[in-house]
């Protein structure tokens, strides 16, 4: 439907290597012939349901293919400018900076090709606002979220503002640990928040995949004390499914915007189905909740998709549809003279939208 197209959106949750395209992946396999991946191991199509571990084992797959720079390179710029084609205006994209020694990728060259990658997008008149978050992986531990603050600091004082946040993510159901040195239980938030609070303490923003599955609720509890700028998810927090007063209270209390992803969740079979994704809660309640996507490209989804979904699933009208666009800017992570700006553009757009 045009109309969702040509809606102006805010994206506050896509995780880069979760949001390559189809023709993006048809090019990396073809720079890899040797490692015999086919299509079918890099996304999650129409009507099909993994489970969330299964979702975990794709990123893996999409990992080998982009381990060089310009692999990161070509996959930033080509994400940015599809995200730009589906009408989106303000983009915050997360990434885990992952070395690999083979290639001579560093985190550092990572993060700073990231950066190029927005910075060229910019310079040839892309109409989208990009920022970056750095992702820790939670199964990587104390150590290694520490040392991605620091990088996120160095780079937050000197990328020009392109880097504005922390994002906490990583599969929660995995409780062995990637990295070669931690041989015990890795991945709990009680680890990670010296790291987070670190963080928070030196002006970068904090959103934090929180209760993703049920049986996170005491880390929530924890990690809302911070607290976080933004909730990813945030599956299992509310009281209809389980969630604590005290969790609830937190949420609602410090007014923390929720960043909700359907397709990601009925795919990844957190939630049962469309109509009981639990975005119908908190957008009852008027509490901020922002439609995203997660990873466009491992759902085979686009924002304008997503808020059509929302749309038909919960009956929202045409102007609810757009006031929920609109919402979104105030929970983005650039600063207020940012938000003006799109606040502007909003206005001038909306007699070509309807
Ligand atoms: P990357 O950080 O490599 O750009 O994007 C892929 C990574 O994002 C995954 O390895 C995982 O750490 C994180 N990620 C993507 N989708 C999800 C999700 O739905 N839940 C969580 N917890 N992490 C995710």
């Known amino acids: 439907d045009v109309f969702y197209r040509e809606l102006p959106k805010v994206e506050l949750h896509a995780h880069l290597n979760g ?3 189809f023709e993006t992946i048809e090019k990396l396999i073809g720079r890899k012939p040797h490692l015999n991946i086919e299509h079918g191991m890099t996304a999650i199509g129409k009507g099909q349901r993994r489970t969330l571990d299964e979702c975990f084992q794709v990123f893996k797959v999409i990992h ?3 381990d060089t720079e310009e692999d990161i390179l070509m996959v930033a710029t080509d994400v940015i400018k599809e995200f730009a084609a589906d009408g989106v205006k303000y983009l915050e994209l997360r990434s885990t900076p992952r070395e690999e020694k083979s290639t001579g990728l560093t985190k550092k060259r990572y993060i700073e090709t990231v950066i190029k990658a927005i910075q060229q997008c910019k310079s040839e008149g892309v109409d989208i606002d990009v920022r970056f978050l750095v992702a820790i992986d939670r199964r990587n531990g104390t150590e290694v979220a520490v040392e991605t603050v620091k990088l996120a600091k160095e780079f937050m004082l000197s990328s020009d503002g392109l880097v504005v946040g922390i994002d906490l993510s990583g599969d929660p159901t995995d409780r062995t640990g990637l990295a070669e040195n931690v041989s015990f239980v890795v991945g709990h938030g009680k680890d990670l928040l010296p790291a987070l609070q670190m963080a928070k303490n030196c002006g970068l923003k904090l959103s934090l995949h929180l209760s993703e599955i049920q049986s996170q609720l ?13 909730i990813g998810h945030g599956t299992f927090l509310h009281p209809e499914v389980g969630g604590s007063q005290s969790v609830f209270d937190k949420v609602v209390k410090n007014n923390i915007p929720l960043e909700l992803c359907l397709t990601s969740n009925v795919k990844g079979q957190t939630v049962p189905c469309y109509s009981k994704h639990h975005f119908k809660y908190w957008y009852q309640l008027g509490h901020p909740s922002v439609i ?5 490209g491992v759902f085979c989804t686009d924002l304008s998709q997503e808020y059509q979904l929302a749309a038909s699933t919960f009956g929202l009208s045409r102007e609810a549809v757009w006031e929920l666009s609109q919402q979104a800017i105030d929970c983005i992570f650039a600063p207020d003279a940012v938000k003006q700006q799109l606040k502007q553009k909003w206005i001038d757009l909306k007699p070509q939208v309807f």
């Open 19 to 21: 949001s390559v395209s």
């Open 64 to 66: 080998q293919l982009v």
């Open 218 to 230: 005491e880390e929530s509890d924890l990690l809302l004390d911070l607290p976080p700028d933004r």
């Open 292 to 296: 995203c996507t997660d990873d466009k």
